[in-house]
C-alpha cells in the first residue's frame, strides 16, 4: 500500500500486521488498543481512524488551521483514503472489548465514531477533514483539560462536575465570567481575567464550572504551573494552529516582582512583538489583588521610589482586562444560607439541629468559607 498524504500510518506495526495477514501481530496491537483507548466496538477500524485522526500531516495542519484545501491535494488524499478503505477498512477481527476505555472528551468520541461509521473512501476522507476542521490532532483533540509540564502537555482524563449551581452568593462573578467566557468561545473579543480575594471562595471552581458549561463549545482549559510561565509564548503560538479556544489557567498565583515568572508574565500578556493568539486566553486566581507579595520595605524611600514600586505592582494586574473579587461571608447568615442552598440540591431542608452543627464545623475547620459550607454538606451527607 502506497499512501502518499498518510504515509506515516503505513509503518505502524498493527497496520503492518493487517497487510501483512500477521494476526498475532494484528490482536497484540489491537487487543491493547480497544480496551485502553477503544470508544467503539469495531476495534481495526477504529484502530485506523484513530490513527488517522492523530496523523499530522500537510492535509490535517491546513485544515485545523481553517485553510483551503485544494483540489489536487483533495485528490492525492482521496486516493489515500480509498485504499485505506478497501484494505484496512474491510478487515475483520472477532474480539469484543471490556469497554475499560480512556474518558475522552464527548466531540472526540463522536468524531472517531463517524470515522468508524464511514461507508465509503470518500466520505471517510470528508469525515476525516471536519475532524480536523473541529478539533485538530493529537492530545489537544482528545481531551477537554490539560496540565502543562517543561516536558509538555498531559490529557486529564476525569475532570471535577463543578457547575455554577452549585456556586452559591456569587452572581455577579459568575455573570461576569460567563459573559466574557462565552463571548470568547464565539469568536468574539475577550478579556483576560484575574479572580482575586479569600481563600475557600470559589475562585478555582468557577474556572471549573466554566469548563463543564462550555466545553461543548470548544473551550479547552490548561492549567500551568508557576515555574512554566516562560512557556506561554511557545504554547500560544502551538495552540494558534489549533481550531479550539484555550484559557491558560494559572492557579493560586503569588509572585514576586524580582522573580524570572513575573516579568515573563507581563511580557507574554502585553509586551512582545507576536500578535496574541485570538484563541488564547489567561485566567487568573490569587488571594492578592495585584499578585505579588509585598513587604514593607518596598514603601520606604523618597516619594518617586515608592511611586516606581506601585507602578511596578500594578503594571501586571493591570494587564488583566476584568478582575473579580471575592470575598468570604462576613456573617453567620451568609455562611448558613450557602450551607441551606447547597443542602437544597441534594433536597434536604435546613432545620435548627443542621444550622447547629454547621456552626460548629465552620468553628473547628477554617471558618466562615464557601469551601468551608461544602466540606459540612458532604461531611453531613456522609454521615445521614
Known amino acids: 500500500m502506497e499512501l502518499l498524504i498518510f504515509g506515516s500510518i503505513d509503518t505502524d506495526r498493527g497496520i503492518r500486521g493487517i497487510l501483512d495477514k500477521d494476526n498475532t501481530a494484528v490482536l497484540r496491537h489491537i487487543v491493547n488498543f480497544a480496551e485502553t483507548e477503544g470508544v467503539t466496538t469495531h476495534c481495526i477500524r477504529e484502530y485506523v481512524a484513530s490513527l488517522l485522526a492523530n496523523d499530522d500531516n500537510i492535509l490535517s495542519a491546513l485544515a485545523q488551521a481553517g485553510k483551503t484545501i485544494g483540489d489536487d491535494l483533495y485528490r492525492l488524499a482521496l486516493f489515500d483514503a480509498e485504499q485505506i478503505y478497501k484494505k484496512l477498512f474491510s478487515t475483520q477481527i472477532q474480539y469484543t472489548p471490556s469497554g475499560n476505555g480512556i474518558n475522552y472528551c ?168 507576536q500578535a496574541k493568539p485570538d484563541n488564547v486566553l489567561i485566567y487568573a486566581t490569587s488571594n492578592r489583588r495585584h499578585l505579588i507579595k509585598e513587604n514593607w520595605s518596598d514603601r520606604k524611600g523618597d516619594e518617586m521610589h515608592v511611586n516606581d514600586q506601585l507602578q511596578e505592582t500594578l503594571s501586571l494586574s493591570e494587564r488583566f482586562g476584568i478582575s473579580l473579587v471575592f470575598s468570604a461571608p462576613t456573617n453567620q447568615k451568609e455562611y448558613l444560607h450557602i450551607v441551606s442552598e447547597l443542602l437544597k440540591q441534594y433536597n434536604v431542608e435546613m432545620n435548627k439541629e443542621i444550622e447547629k452543627e454547621a456552626n460548629v464545623w465552620q468553628m473547628n475547620y477554617g471558618g466562615k468559607s464557601a469551601r468551608c459550607a461544602k466540606q459540612f454538606v458532604t461531611a453531613y451527607l456522609a454521615k445521614e
Open 106 to 273: 464527548g466531540a472526540y468520541a463522536k468524531s472517531i465514531k463517524s470515522l468508524v461509521d464511514a461507508s465509503s473512501g470518500k466520505e471517510l476522507l470528508n469525515r476525516l477533514i471536519a475532524h480536523y476542521r473541529s478539533l485538530g490532532t493529537g492530545t489537544l483533540a482528545k481531551y477537554a483539560a490539560f496540565r502543562y509540564d517543561e516536558d509538555g502537555l498531559y490529557g486529564i482524563r476525569d475532570t471535577e462536575d463543578v457547575t455554577f449551581a452549585s456556586l452559591i452568593g456569587l452572581e455577579h462573578q459568575k455573570k461576569v465570567l460567563i459573559d466574557n467566557t462565552g463571548a470568547f468561545v464565539k469568536g468574539k473579543p475577550a478579556n483576560n481575567v484575574l479572580l482575586f480575594g479569600d481563600r475557600g471562595t470559589g475562585k478555582s471552581s468557577c474556572v471549573k464550572a466554566l469548563l463543564n458549561m462550555f466545553m461543548d463549545d470548544g473551550l479547552r482549559i490548561i492549567e500551568m504551573p508557576k515555574h512554566c510561565i516562560k512557556d506561554i509564548p511557545k504554547l500560544s503560538r502551538e495552540l494558534s494552529k489549533k481550531p479550539d479556544k484555550y484559557i491558560l489557567f494559572l492557579d493560586d498565583l503569588t509572585l514576586d516582582p524580582e522573580e524570572p515568572a513575573f516579568k515573563a508574565l507581563k511580557i507574554a500578556m502585553e509586551g512582545q512583538l
